[in-house]
């Protein structure tokens, strides 16, 4: 663990012993999953010729990835990252490769994929929790946290920029299905470098700390998951939402790519600066004036003239996303009970990911009867929702918020 720092920077994590290592393989690892997710539709797409039972096993393995990870967190927190990341990810990596071989080539059968998939995404590892887990246990300062988890929330949405594009190149010169098998091997890899990385290996579960079987959704946590969930809606809505405008003004699917982009620069921007920002207003406090934040500026974007001015709306939209997530993810840990701090995180992680699978059912049903501008707003408003909710029931701070963090400083 690293000595308190006068100048909590970026820099100084990646300073932080070990942390540049165990952080790539991290990384290298968590590339598979902004990967696999176009692969798997792409190769299914190649294999049946239906779009339509390629949204369905693309449902099945998100849905069983996303419902269960609290459960898999819940076995590292028990049994630690080294005896329950290897075999969890030996099965899932096996798993794709099974899609990729029966995804190769025209004539697979549906059941069948569709059973893989859902086997696949059951047993993911869940990488993004425990790295998070590791860097609270890296880092004793706790303004160092924030700018790791910011610097990790960054990263992360670079990988889901970057892995489609990635996946682009190759179906270029391959069957998509080398997608899927591309993930297997980034999964199989970076996990086996990040579980051999030293910090891995000192890590230590007393009987005493560890989290019951059934990882529950303690109080301390409905606020954050509630926040991430409506931000999670919120995002997947205008994802579809950008999209139709840029179709009904004439500007095709590149304009909405560029759109969207603007989204993701937001995001990283504001996930920087969120990290650089020496906060003196307690987390708690944070986050639902994020969200309240967001469910505005979203709600503002319905309005726009033209593609261009919903750009620049939506990259300010974006300025919000990273924040909300890298201050969920802190009240995550620092009201995680002892032992639990990676299902606490996966509780967090599974919100956001359940909210977007609703947002794009939501708004595909919203879209087709209500103008876009209303549409806009109904998301706005929903983030806004959450943060009203959030803000009650975590009482803006005054339950826990300067508490904790106090405490945990000391």
């Known amino acids: ?17 070990y942390a540049r290592r165990t952080f790539a393989a991290a990384l290298f690892g968590r590339l598979a999953y902004g990967l696999v997710s176009l692969s798997l539709l792409l190769a299914t797409v190649h294999a049946t010729g239906s779009y339509g039972v390629a949204g369905t096993v693309l449902a099945l393995f998100g849905s069983c990835a996303v419902l269960l990870m609290p459960l898999r967190a819940s076995l590292v927190d028990r049994h630690g990252p080294r005896r329950a990341l290897p075999p969890m990810t030996a099965l899932h990596a096996v798993l794709l490769g099974a899609l990729a071989a029966a995804t190769w080539r025209p004539g697979a059968q549906p059941v069948v994929l569709g059973a893989l998939a859902a086997l696949a995404g059951a047993c993911a590892p869940p990488l993004g929790p425990v790295m998070r887990a590791v860097w609270a246990d890296l880092v004793e300062d706790r303004r160092l946290v924030q700018r790791a988890y910011s610097l990790d929330g960054v990263a992360e949405e670079l990988l889901y920029v970057c892995g489609p594009v990635l996946v682009g190149v190759l179906v270029r010169f391959a069957p998509p299905a080398t997608g899927v098998l591309l993930s297997a091997v980034l999964i199989a890899g970076g996990t086996l470098a990040f579980v051999a990385s030293p910090p891995l290996r000192t890590v230590r579960v007393p009987a005493a700390e560890r989290p019951p079987r059934r990882p529950p959704l303690d109080r301390g946590l409905r606020g954050p998951v509630l926040v991430a969930a409506g931000a999670g809606t919120a995002l997947s809505a205008v994802h579809l939402l950008v999209t139709a405008y840029a179709q009904d003004h004439g500007y095709g699917g590149d304009g909405a790519a560029w759109t969207l982009a603007a989204l993701s620069v937001g995001s990283a921007a504001g996930g920087l600066l969120n990290g650089a920002i020496d906060w003196r207003t307690p987390a708690p406090v944070r986050l639902p004036r994020l969200a309240a934040a967001l469910g505005l500026t979203l709600a503002c974007a319905g309005l726009a003239p033209n593609l261009w001015t919903l750009a620049a709306a939506v990259a300010c939209a974006g300025i919000f996303v990273a924040p909300i997530l890298t201050t969920a993810y802190l009240i995550a840990d620092e009201t995680a009970a002892p032992g639990a701090r990676t299902s606490a995180g996966a509780w967090v992680n599974t919100g956001v990911n359940a909210g977007s699978s609703l947002g794009s059912a939501a708004s595909g049903l919203l879209l087709g009867h209500a ?40």
Not at 374 to 394: E, K, P, W
């Open 1 to 17: 663990m690293s000595a308190p720092v006068s100048r909590p920077t970026y820099a100084a994590v990646l300073r932080v012993p």
């Open 371 to 410: 103008p876009l501008a209303v549409c806009f707003a109904a998301a706005g408003a929903l983030a806004l929702v959450t943060a009203v909710a959030a803000g009650t029931g975590m009482g803006m701070g005054t339950r826990w918020g300067t508490g904790v963090s106090a405490e945990r400083v000391k």
